[in-house]
């Protein structure tokens, strides 16, 4: 990982705090690695900064400089996913 974020840090897509959603891709070792909804783009934060709970494929939101997850967003998202995996799983029946 080159770069390192804290809760107030910024990256291309504006400051992290008036961010869109972001996504838990996965875990390396202290941080976690998220991808903005609306740049795609990733950065990677101290898990500590973050809910205890957390799993990979969780939706967080930050407000405030409070990170919570956004559990609606989160089950649109597993939705979403389980849908596109029935209809490719259909589509090479």
Known sequence: MDS???STGRFSGGDLATAALFTVDHFE???AVLE???THETI???R???PK???PGDVLMCRNGEWSIDH???EALKTE???LFERIKQKNL
């Open 53 to 55: 709970n957390l799993r």
């Open 81 to 83: 996913i389980f849908d």
């Open 72 to 74: 609606a967003a989160t």
């Open 29 to 31: 070792e202290d941080y």
């Open 36 to 38: 903005c909804s609306t």
């Open 44 to 46: 990677d934060l101290l």
């Open 4 to 6: 390192k974020y804290t």
């Open 48 to 50: 500590s900064e973050l």
